[in-house]
């Protein structure tokens, strides 16, 4: 089963114009996700992970009446910002649990699981 974490970090602690120098803590606990995905990678369970660029340089495709229209910057204000994402295939949603849990000690954020709809889905 595949699932989607997806890594949430407070708007407030995210400044645009020090997004791409990060602190020594960051750093740390960066390092510290490496290993599990390293270990991921070796038990088969790892997928793919990526940051996301700053929410601040991002755009927002909607519906607004009839038209579909882009704009800059994220569509409301937030406390959380999405910050991350990691796609993880796994025997079931208590190992997803695990390795999400070990992320949230790792990086001190939290985690959302989500599962990932297969070829089965039918709508």
Request: negative net charge; without cysteine.
């Amino acid at each position: 089963m595949k699932y989607l974490l997806l890594s949430y970090t407070p708007a407030a602690e995210w400044d645009a114009a020090t997004a791409d120098v990060p602190s020594e803590e960051a750093l740390a606990a960066f390092a510290t996700y490496q290993k599990l995905e390293q270990e991921l990678v070796a038990s088969g369970e790892f997928v793919t992970s990526e940051g996301l660029g700053h929410p601040a340089v991002s755009t927002t495709v909607q519906r607004d009446g009839g038209e579909v229209v882009a704009t800059d910057g994220p569509f409301a204000e937030l406390k959380e910002v999405l910050a991350s994402f990691a796609v993880i295939d796994v025997a079931g949603r208590e190992r997803a649990v695990e390795i999400a849990a070990r992320i949230v000690e790792a990086l001190g954020e939290p985690i959302e699981i989500r599962l990932i709809m297969g070829e089965d889905f039918a709508a």
